[in-house]
């Protein structure tokens, strides 16, 4: 069991580390931001062999919201690379929204 663990904490340490390389050396802000998400892939799989090893449940709450920071941050970037107009739109009326209101106070 620990020969598994161990081989899969190197794997994750390989991981983070070319990660981290294309963050700091990716070509456009895209790669960074898809590797800002492997990132947190790799640190959520990371404390779920901690908590496999220790035997215990108090890295559950961790896990989750690390998740819930991924899939919301995959979810914004996925928006705003399918239609950056469709983005600019909805600011655009809600901007217009609070200066009606604004207007009528």
Avoid: H, N, Y
């Avoid at 640190?43 to 961790?62: D, H």
């Amino acid at each position: 069991m620990t020969v598994i663990i161990t081989v899969a904490a190197a794997m994750l340490a390989v991981a983070a580390a070319l990660t981290l390389w294309r963050i700091v050396a990716g070509p456009t802000p895209l790669d960074r931001i898809i590797a800002a998400d492997v990132l947190v892939g790799v640190v959520i799989a990371s404390v779920g062999i901690t908590a496999a090893l220790s035997g215990t449940a108090t890295g559950l709450p961790i896990l989750l919201g690390l998740s819930l920071i991924g899939f919301t941050g995959a979810v914004g970037v996925a928006r705003l690379i399918a239609s950056p107009t469709a983005v600019r739109r909805v600011f655009d009326r809600r901007q217009a929204l609070r200066e009606e209101d604004s207007d009528d106070t």
